[in-house]
């Protein structure tokens, strides 16, 4: 009884926890890579090196820009069909 009690005990602390990360206020974090242009290209560097190194990664980013920014989304699919066009193939685009 005690064990499982533990357990359960350990299982809320982890869904709190969750729901607290869900909270976090990414303003500041924003703010930052608006105000400096360095910290944005790191954290760009940061985030191709994941999609590198993790392949399914490709798709969830395309589909977070295509939700999040429309734009940015249509002109990426815009010059992979100019770069198609011309014979030459994006590698990183495949399958958008």
């Known amino acids: ?18 729901q ?7 303003e500041p974090f924003y703010q930052a890579l608006e105000d400096d242009p360095k910290l944005l290209e790191e954290a760009l560097e940061i985030l191709l090196e994941m999609v590198n190194s993790e392949p399914k990664s490709i798709k969830k980013l395309a589909l977070l820009i ?18 198609q066009d011309k014979g030459n193939t994006l590698s990183c685009c495949g399958g958008i």
Do not use: A, C, P
């Not at 005690?2 to 809320?12: D, P, Q, R, V, Y």
């Open 1 to 18: 009884m005690i064990k499982s009690l533990t357990i359960l005990k350990t299982k809320l602390m982890k869904t709190e926890e969750k």
């Open 20 to 26: 607290q990360q869900g909270k976090i206020d990414f």
């Open 66 to 83: 295509k939700v999040d920014s429309r734009f940015l989304f249509n002109e990426i699919v815009e010059l992979y069909k100019l770069n």
